[in-house]
């Protein structure tokens, strides 16, 4: 089998959607640097995608920049897809680790981040009639990264095809309960920093009189 460099694995796995990722796991390859270069180019991609698309095809409501947004959308649900994916598999007798999983999950992200980038550049050179091109950009990006991440489920835990929808499945529900219960979270630590606050202010006021 092939001695290939970290790039060239990315290349490989994204090319291969069918052998790629069992290449990369007999071969012990794959780089937690790329992996978080992917995640951080997702965060980028989200951003462009909304502040920097052509006016012509989207125009953002909100003026006010806001970062929040967009890290949930990128760092936060591809950690939450990670966790949960490996409690799931964990429980489903799989055979990934949490880095592997992580690693080949970014890998799959690929195509879908690429044609964020391209739609957002086309978007400044096509009318709106046009648009049926970025339809078709972002169906096949969209698309490929969907089979290559089947394909790096199964590949990871060395699943069949329906236990792999089945664990894909388990994972999205896994991760709407970790995004509720942060949500939850997020709500109590607001609500204790405002009594506190409160509390603060009115011992200040009484403390003046």
């Keep these: 089998m092939w001695d290939l460099t970290p790039v060239q694995w990315v290349i490989h796995a994204i090319t291969h959607p069918v052998e790629g990722f069992e290449d990369m796991r007999w071969k012990k390859s794959g780089s937690l640097k790329i992996a978080f270069f992917i995640v951080c180019m997702l965060f980028l991609a989200n951003i462009a995608a909304e502040r920097l698309y052509g006016f012509n095809h989207y125009v953002p409501y909100d003026k006010i920049f806001n970062v929040v947004p967009y890290i949930v959308r990128s760092f936060v649900l591809f950690g939450a897809w990670t966790v ?19 690693i080949y999950s970014a ?6 981040v690429a044609q964020m980038f391209i739609n957002t550049l086309l978007s400044h050179f096509l009318i709106r009639d046009e ?28 699943y069949s095809a329906l236990k792999t929808v ?43 009189d």
């Design 166 to 208: 089945f664990a894909i499945i388990l994972t999205i529900a896994a991760m709407l309960i970790m995004l509720f219960l942060l949500i939850l979270l997020l709500f109590l630590i607001q609500q204790v920093v405002i009594f506190f606050s409160t509390l603060f202010m009115e011992i200040s006021y009484r403390l003046k």
């Design 107 to 112: 890998y799959a992200l690929v195509p879908y």
């Design 84 to 102: 949960g994916n490996w409690a799931v598999c964990t429980l489903l007798d799989g055979e990934g680790t949490m880095k592997n999983i992580c």
């Design 131 to 158: 648009s049926v091109f970025i339809t078709i950009v972002a169906v096949i990006g969209t698309g490929w990264s969907a089979i290559l991440l089947f394909s790096a489920i199964r590949s990871v835990h060395q």
